[in-house]
């Protein structure tokens, strides 16, 4: 016969838990050695291949971004009545390493996206000895401006 | 009816009252100074790590492997990466994928993957961020003759370290 002690006893079981401790520690360690620390993204670049015919379509308006070798940057706003100053803005860069002044394009990319709400295409119009990182940072400051079609002109 | 609670026999055996070397309240104590480790708030601060490491595992559709010298430029506003043939510069070599190819070979396999693959695909170009544009430019000249039409040129979100 059961006693009411013996009963209680039972009860207390007693869970094992080292395997659960050894299968979260090899899932730590795996998850750890195999995770992807850098964040890799893209800039995603729509290129024309000139399949749609243009024809009887309106053209959108678009800014064109000249990237030249001493820093200098030229917008080109197309198809967008703007002020004569925001149309083509010629902004120089630095004079004493020839860098580009990021400040200066984006204030000014900034004033032309507020006159010019609509745009959504840029180009990108860089040279043989523009730089990658250049490239890439005019693409960044249109797509924070929320200009969508970004393209990059071949040599 | 509370003496033979399954809680109050908990509160009993208690494995703090059973280590207390004033007053112990257990016989058992007596027995030496082994004491009972408790593992369950251990196994929920491991629980917590391993759903935390699950859900910042990082986007399965990032299949990019990096080059080791290669230095991307850096970006505020980027998206996925996504999947996609990936084209690389390194120090004036072309790799595509992981070969080694001149850019008379770039055009010629980037024709066949468009031919053996069947809708929209996506050209991933990695380079370093010194590199000039005269480098870069035969690529994309390429991709487009192939009939790639969407080009993700492969970045760093600013901020990030490498």
Same mark, same amino acid.
């Given at each position: 016969m059961m006693t009411a002690k013996q009963t209680k006893k039972d009860l207390n079981f007693e869970l094992n838990l080292l395997p659960v401790f050894d299968i979260l520690s090899c899932c730590i360690c795996f998850l750890l050695m195999t995770v992807v620390w850098i964040q890799i993204g893209s800039m995603n670049v729509n290129q024309a291949?000139?399949?749609?015919?243009?024809?009887g379509t309106e053209n959108a308006p678009a800014i064109w971004a000249y990237l030249n070798p001493s820093g200098q940057v030229v917008l080109d706003v197309k198809n967008a009545k703007v002020a004569n100053w925001m149309g083509e803005s010629v902004l120089q860069g630095n004079s004493s390493d020839k860098s580009i002044s990021w400040n200066i394009v984006s204030q000014r990319l900034q004033a032309i996206h507020n006159a010019v709400p609509s745009l959504k295409t840029a180009l990108v119009m860089p040279t043989g000895k523009s730089g990658y990182q250049d490239i890439v940072h005019i693409m960044d400051i249109f797509k924070q401006l929320g200009i969508s079609d970004v393209g990059i002109s071949p040599l | 009816m509370l003496e033979r609670s399954y809680l109050k026999s908990q509160m009993r055996n208690t494995g703090l009252k059973n280590q207390s070397? =004033? $007053? %112990? /309240?257990?016989? =058992?104590? $007596?027995?030496?100074?082994m004491f009972t480790l408790t593992l369950t708030s251990l196994i929920d601060a491991f629980t917590i790590i391993v759903i935390y490491l699950l859900v910042n595992?990082?986007? %399965?559709?990032?299949n990019t492997k990096l080059n080791g010298s290669i230095e991307l430029p850096q970006a505020v506003k980027n998206d996925d990466v996504g999947e996609g043939t990936v084209v690389s510069i390194k120090n004036g070599r072309y790799f595509f994928e992981t070969k080694e190819v001149t850019l008379a070979e770039i055009t010629r396999d980037l024709v066949e993957v468009i031919q053996k693959k069947s809708g929209d695909q996506n050209l991933l170009i990695e380079a370093? /961020?010194?590199?000039d544009y005269q480098a870069l430019s035969p690529i994309i000249l390429a991709g487009s003759q192939a009939g790639f039409h969407q080009f993700k040129f492969a970045v760093l979100q600013a901020g990030g370290t490498r």
């Open positions: 291949l000139g399949a749609k015919g243009q024809a | 070397t =004033l $007053r %112990p /309240k257990n016989a =058992l104590t $007596r027995k030496g100074l595992f990082g986007n %399965p559709n990032q370093d /961020k010194s590199t």
